[in-house]
């Protein structure tokens, strides 16, 4: 028997394996102890390039996309994109950096401003945007490289028609690679950028070069822009109305957010006040703002110069690949396969730099809120269910590019406004109103962005919707399933508490569980007479009276703080506050069972109303059918009937 159970425990152990894996503090419920803080990491400029796998790697199609959008004002409208960069994406990061320095990004600041369900629902939601963000990141990415692969005048016979196979695959090794135990491969990330800019870099040299030596390529696109549009004015108009459709070019920066905690900072760095981290961060998402802006104006430039503007359409050579198209037409097939080559290594690891931001966020939420199963703190399980959602959405958007840029716009809109919004809060509660009005102005510039993206591509809302329904669906099913857990990390009694206890417990421990009203004399007195009536108990019998007082009932996990005192001379009173009234009772009873030796027994008065009605107050409030529940959660967390603290009820 021994042998046949040990594989099972061991794949068991293997997948709950790597629980620390994307960083030691990822379902950590605020800071943790100073000491505890390990000033480890790596150099702002090395995990530029881990947040740059998923950032620059937009070069792959954005000039293509560009070029469908705007068609001839690609180059204007790219410049209005670098603007919004400069002047709007980045202050923003760079105050989410300062205000949330633990990657947790502005998700974290919003859950701050909201309590309760609406709170949850609220960051489920966003989690739902972030999700589509990355997980579209993931298998967009994966299809470029596919294409990218299929395209090659080398490969192009005999890889026609595999580009889901081939996108699938890539999707699987990077899967593959995580399950392997991925920690950080930010070696790996500073030789894919490092080849990846200086190949582009050439190619920019090139084209420009080829723009300058060219006179009438110039010159025939500024005829054709008058033709088409007229003054500059109408130009410059068009282009502002354009750009939304370009958002794909904001990405990244949520990334630079998310992979915060690798940046090592100043040795005197604290947990709280990690100032070094915090300036280095913001050297990180400014350099590469910078670099990408270069790189925006120069590509979208070149490409809609020098490539024919039906090569950008639906199985044209362009299609997806415009930087690509150039290698091979003006630097040769051998230079193009090498940029094909680095092309693919790149748009595959920018889905590694997002399911790394998917591990970060979503283990740092939904266990925290009893909305996932434990095995969602760690790596491997998650990895495995990301992976099979990148198949889903592959399969669905026949791998194609084009097909999800409206999701991939939308989610980095949605971040990105709310980021907006949420540092436009921050400023307000500083008191610092420059700040402010500038945040604002910029939090209404994208959402008009955000507003606009989802008129002309509402399918990425679509697709945003139905991550959000099924986050919320699993999430809450997860919590249902786990409503009779126990949820209490620890159980921690004062001086008074003790000493009643330890005095009862000479006795019988018997406790009666009391709804506080007025907490007079005649309220004590008369419950005690009703649980000797109900239970048939001789006036001899000694109890302490516990309250619980429900604070916040969506919180899932927390510890639990009991006072005790003396009410009118002569009524003992455990107080305590919990999210759950069932499950405060049952981690006293089992608290005092170990600290005592002894059984507890617990009274209750049989709650009146409709029992299906009961538990929803239970579930959504943390009361309602107090007495079974409490029987079943010490049930489920001690299986030995011998053991299990006694439940009555009257």
């Not at 919707?465 to 126990?486: D, H, K, P, Q, T």
Request: glycine share 8%.
């Amino acid at each position: 028997m021994a042998t046949t159970e040990r594989p099972p425990h061991r794949l068991r152990a293997w997948m709950l394996e790597g629980l620390s894996d994307m960083g030691k503090d990822q379902g950590q419920v605020g800071p943790r102890p100073e000491s505890e803080f390990e000033h480890k990491g790596q150099p702002w400029y090395r995990v530029m390039c881990l947040t740059g796998v998923d950032y620059f790697s937009t070069l792959g199609y954005q000039p293509g996309i560009a070029a469908l959008a705007a068609g001839l004002l690609s180059p204007l409208a790219t410049i209005v994109l670098v603007i919004v960069t400069l002047a709007g994406a980045l202050p923003v990061y760079r105050r989410v950096a300062q205000e949330s320095p633990h990657g947790a990004g502005s998700i974290a600041m919003l859950e701050r401003l909201l309590s309760f369900w609406k709170g949850k629902l609220f960051v489920l939601t966003l989690l739902g945007f972030a999700a589509t963000d990355f997980l579209i990141t993931i298998t967009l990415s994966a299809a470029d490289a596919s294409t990218h692969l299929v395209e090659n005048p080398h490969l192009e016979e005999a890889l026609h028609d595999k580009q889901v196979l081939i996108t699938l695959i890539l999707i699987a090794l990077l899967g593959a690679v995580f399950l392997k135990g991925f920690l950080e491969a930010i070696g790996v990330a500073v030789a894919l950028v490092g080849i990846y800019l200086a190949l582009n870099a050439v190619v920019v040299v090139v084209g420009l070069f080829h723009v300058a030596t060219e006179g009438h390529v110039v010159t025939d696109w500024s005829n054709a822009l008058t033709a088409e549009h007229g003054n500059v004015l109408v130009m410059v108009g068009m282009a502002l109305l354009v750009f939304p459709k370009l958002a794909l070019g904001l990405s990244g920066f949520e990334t630079g957010v998310a992979v915060m905690p690798h940046v090592k900072g100043d040795a005197g760095d604290t947990q709280e006040h990690p100032k070094g981290r915090i300036r280095d961060t913001k050297k990180l998402l400014t350099t590469a703002a910078l670099i990408m802006s270069c790189f925006l104006i120069t590509t979208s430039f070149i490409t809609t110069l020098l490539v024919p503007g039906k090569e950008f359409e639906e199985g044209g050579k362009a299609n997806g690949r415009a930087l690509a198209y150039l290698a091979h037409d003006y630097l040769g097939n051998a230079f193009g396969t090498v940029y094909d080559i680095s092309t693919i290594l790149i748009l595959w690891f920018a889905g590694a730099s997002a399911m790394a931001g998917l591990l970060n966020l979503m283990p740092r939420y939904l266990p925290r809120y009893g909305m996932a199963p434990h095995w969602a703190r760690a790596v491997r399980p998650m990895v495995i269910v990301f992976t099979l959602v990148a198949f889903l959405v592959t399969w669905i958007f026949d791998a194609d590019v084009d097909a999800q840029g409206g999701a991939y716009a939308t989610g980095v809109l949605v971040l990105i406004t709310s980021a907006a919004i949420a540092v436009t809060i921050a400023a307000r509660k500083a008191v610092q109103r420059n700040a402010a009005i500038a945040f604002g102005t910029i939090s209404a510039v994208f959402l008009y962005t955000t507003v606009v993206n989802v008129i002309e591509r509402p399918d990425g809302v679509k697709i945003g919707a139905c991550f959000i329904a099924g986050i919320i669906l699993v999430s809450l099913l997860s919590r249902l399933l786990r409503a009779f857990e126990l949820r209490v990390t620890h159980v921690e009694l004062d001086y008074m508490a003790q000493r009643f206890v330890r005095d009862i417990a000479s006795r019988k421990i018997r406790f009666i569980a009391n709804e506080p009203d007025r907490r007079d004399k005649a309220e004590y007195r008369e419950k005690i007479e009703q649980i000797r009536a109900d239970n048939d108990l001789p006036e001899q019998e000694d109890f302490v009276f516990v309250e619980v007082t429900v604070t916040d009932p969506s919180e899932f996990e927390a510890g639990l703080v009991v006072r005790g005192e003396v009410l009118h001379d002569r009524y003992r009173v455990l107080t305590l506050e919990s999210s759950s009234i069932p499950n405060a009772l049952a981690a006293l009873l089992l608290h005092v069972r170990d600290v005592t030796g002894c059984t507890p027994h617990i009274y209750f008065e049989w709650t009146e109303g409709n029992p299906f009605a009961n538990f929803l107050r239970f579930f959504l409030f943390g009361q309602g059918e107090v007495a079974p529940v409490t029987r079943e959660v010490l049930r489920e967390a001690e299986p030995d009937r011998a053991r299990r603290p006694r439940v009555h009820t009257g």
